[in-house]
């Protein structure tokens, strides 16, 4: 088990945190613009405290025992979090949160903190991950969490419906890709060296555990809400000449 150094820890520890302090945030502002009130908008980011606190707080646990070494339980964590995060979405409370006026535009902010990505890189340079695996899942990360307020940005002014798709695909394209990589060179299906075996030990393994399949169902909530947005009315096109009186 390799040990990184106290400031790789802190920039992966603060990632994860970052991402799920955010979107507490943006659905404590969500429930308020849908005129649930304080109190009801504070009880929703609360509780969105605790479940998404509890399962990094677990996740934490499981990787400290090394049951993430083991090929089933990785895919599973990821797949189980994910799978419960899309269906609390379908609880009213939180449904009216997300739908508020604005929310869409907020949901990209939580992808900034994506650019503790350099943490992928700082391995590689440390010797602990290979650059087939490190090189695009950090870069694509860094990416991500740049353009995500300038998205953002382009969403409060309204002309930015097109890049909030571009974005999601871009990012849910890269998270796969990560994904993908980090299995085949972590559990010895494609033989690199040095494997991409820390990404299933701590500090490393809250990135795709706990932070991975919180990034999809936002990336999946922000599709979903730019699509069934109406699309901005084309402007008429004057005539040529002017009629005749």
């Not at 895919?75 to 409370?93: D, E, F, M, N």
């Not at 449904?95 to 990209?108: D, F, H, N, S």
């Not at 990360?141 to 998205?151: C, E, F, H, K, Y």
């Amino acid at each position: 088990m390799y040990d990184p150094p106290a400031y790789v820890w802190a920039i992966i520890i603060a990632g994860p945190i970052a991402v799920t302090a955010s979107t507490c945030i943006v659905l404590y502002a969500g429930a308020e613009r849908a005129g649930l009130g304080r109190r009801r908008a504070a009880l929703l980011a609360g509780a969105a405290a605790v479940v998404l606190g509890c399962w990094l707080a677990a996740s934490a646990v499981i990787a400290g025992h090394g049951w993430y070494r083991t090929l089933p339980w990785f895919p599973v964590a990821i797949a189980g979090y994910l799978g419960v995060l899309l269906a609390l979405r379908r609880i009213p409370v939180v449904a009216r949160a997300l739908a508020a006026p604005g929310t869409v535009r907020c949901l990209e902010l939580p992808h900034t903190p994506r650019i503790a990505g350099v943490a992928f890189l700082l391995y590689m340079v440390l010797g602990h991950l290979p650059a087939l695996f490190a090189l695009p899942a950090g870069l694509g990360d860094i990416t991500a969490g740049i353009a995500a307020p300038l998205v953002a940005l382009r969403l409060a002014q309204g002309t930015g419906r097109r890049a909030g798709l571009w974005f999601s695909a871009f990012g849910i394209t890269d998270l796969v890709v990560a994904l993908t990589l980090g299995a085949l060179t972590g559990f010895g299906l494609l033989n690199v060296t040095p494997s991409s075996a820390p990404i299933a030990e701590l500090p490393l393994a809250l990135i795709p555990t706990a932070t991975v399949p919180l990034l999809f169902a936002l990336h999946i909530t922000t599709v979903s809400a730019l699509v069934k947005a109406p699309r901005a009315a084309v402007p008429a096109i004057a005539p040529l000449t002017a009629t005749a009186k």
